[in-house]
C-alpha cells in the first residue's frame, strides 16, 4: 500500500545552519530545489531531501518563506533509520537538542524525539 503522506515541509529561519544539520545528523545531501510560486506568491527558498515522489514514502524539503516562522507548528516528522540511536548520537553535536531519548513503543519498534537548530520538534525511528 502507498503512503497518504507525499510530501514535508520543515520551516525554517537559516536556512544554511538548518541544511547542515539535518545533513549532518541523518547523513544526506539536501539539494537545491527551484521556487514552485516564483511567479505567483512571496519567494521561498526550498532545499529537498532525498526522496522519489514515484516510490513509497514522502519526499519533503527545508523552506525559508516569509510570514513562516520555524518552531510553531504542531506536526512531527518521523525520519527512518536504521537504528535510531545512530542519529541521536548526531543531534547535540550539530546544534540540536534531544527531547526523548530512544524509547520502545512496542511491537511498532523504537523512537526518538529531539528538535532542531531551528527549534522544530522531529522524530527518528526504527525497529531496531
Known amino acids: ?3 497518504k503522506v507525499v ?6 529561519e ?10 549532518t545528523v541523518l547523513g544526506v545531501e539536501l539539494k537545491d530545489m527551484t521556487d514552485p ?3 505567483d ?10 526522496g522519489d515522489m514515484e516510490g513509497y514514502g514522502a519526499g519533503g524539503a527545508l523552506v525559508k518563506m516569509a510570514g513562516f516562522e ?10 527512518g533509520s536504521q537504528n535510531c540511536t545512530t542519529e541521536e548520537n548526531r543531534v547535540v553535536d550539530a546544534g540540536g ?4 531519548s530512544k524509547m520502545a513503543i512496542g511491537k511498532h519498534g523504537f ?9 522544530n520538534m522531529f522524530g527518528l525511528h526504527s525497529m531496531e
Open 41 to 50: 506568491g512571496p519567494s521561498m527558498v526550498m532545499r529537498g531531501f532525498p
Open 70 to 79: 520555524s518552531g510553531k507548528n504542531s506536526t512531527l516528522v518521523y525520519f
Open 14 to 23: 537559516d536556512m544554511d545552519r538548518a541544511q547542515q544539520f539535518y545533513e
Open 37 to 39: 510560486t516564483e511567479n
Open 111 to 119: 523512537v526518538t524525539l529531539c528538535t532542531d537548530t531551528e527549534g
Open 7 to 12: 510530501w514535508f515541509e520543515i520551516y525554517v
Open 97 to 100: 537538542k534531544i527531547v526523548q
Open 1 to 3: 500500500m502507498m503512503s
